[in-house]
């Protein structure tokens, strides 16, 4: 079945970089893009882009372009999303989610906490 | 970019009550490609719908989505003390996904 067991939680500083791992299992880790969704406390869900497994090529949402890196590492099947300059809005839990279109599976997610 | 709009923010009913929780788009969605997506507290999302109206895989039959265009519907024919949650709407398949607000159904 498949798995995706992501990172601990983080708590960092308003300027600091954070970077979420979200290892797979269960099934073919190139066959699907790898999404990244957050959500802040109380309030919905926010899609912040997808990575491309087998070729690396990114797509981010608009609002993260220049803050936001996703990456990925084959070798163990596990994709990373990285956010820089962490403001307190930023505070969220983290949750990757491999799809072609819908999101059938989810980490269990990551709380990211933004404070001084 | 697609905005989801759901109404309404929370909704008050008792087990065994019909609910029916809507989803406007600011611009029609292709091939009604418009999924549905139930949350529990600390829980990640789980996929109900999607295509508009077909059920997920394991979903019970209570459960239903309609509509097209713009316009969307998800409704539960009879609640369970289960189906107590967030349900979020989301479009899919063009970039960028998008997800509405979500709407609380709450026990009364």
Known sequence: QVQLVQSGAEVKKPGA??????KASGYT???YFMHWVRQ???????????????SGDTNYAQKFQGRVT???????????MELSSLRSDDTAVYYCAPATVTFDNWGQGTPVTVSS | EIVLTQSPG???LSPGERATLSCRASQSVSSSYLAWYQQKPGQAPRL???GASN????IPDRFSGSGSGTDFTLTISRLEPEDFAVYHCQHY???????GQGTKVEIK
């Open chain 2, 48 to 50: 109900l719908i999607y």
């Open chain 1, 29 to 31: 880790f190139t066959a």
């Open chain 1, 17 to 22: 970089s954070v970077r979420v791992s979200c």
């Open chain 2, 55 to 58: 059920r997920a895989t394991g």
């Open chain 2, 93 to 99: 398949g063009s970039s960028p996904w998008t997800f």
């Open chain 2, 10 to 12: 929370t909704l008050s």
């Open chain 1, 70 to 80: 996703m990456t990925r590492d084959t070798s163990i099947t596990t994709a990373f």
């Open chain 1, 40 to 54: 802040a406390p109380g309030q919905g869900l926010e899609w912040m882009g997808w990575i491309n497994p087998n």
